[in-house]
């Protein structure tokens, strides 16, 4: 089992850059693909980006080229950097851990364990 803990969140101005990092307990983070999504309010989850176990990445059209999703094995740590960032960026980033890869890892289902969440929000 593994547990997430979300931080970096914050308030930043349309244009800046932010980081939001993920800390995972438990000896076995390097086992397991990881996740961000979002949500923002009256909205469904979504997803942002992913990192296999290799380091292979795969982001979503809307943040393509803005963020970018890394991992740290020794510090059990997954980040994304946010640069560009838009309005529509504001919302809630949870970040999500899956022992077993099940095609593109896109989707929520696919994903055994969640943290909190940290909220972004971008101001004009």
């Known amino acids: 089992q593994v547990q997430l803990v979300e931080s970096g969140g914050g308030l930043v101005q349309a244009g800046g850059s932010l980081r939001v990092s993920c800390a995972a307990s438990?000896?076995?983070?390097?086992?397991?693909?990881m996740a961000w999504f979002r949500q923002a309010p009256g909205k469904e989850r979504e997803f942002v980006a992913r990192?296999?176990?290799?380091?292979?990445?795969y982001d979503a059209d809307s943040v393509k080229g803005r963020f970018t999703i890394s991992r740290d094995k020794a510090k059990n740590t997954v980040y994304l950097e946010m640069n560009s960032l838009k309005l529509e960026d504001t919302a809630v980033y949870s970040c999500a851990a899956a022992l077993g890869a099940l095609g593109s890892m896109t989707r929520e289902y696919m994903y055994d364990y969640w943290g909190q969440g940290t909220q972004v929000t971008v101001s004009s």
């Open positions: 438990g000896r076995t983070f390097s086992s397991y693909h």
């Open positions: 990192i296999s176990t290799r380091g292979n990445k």
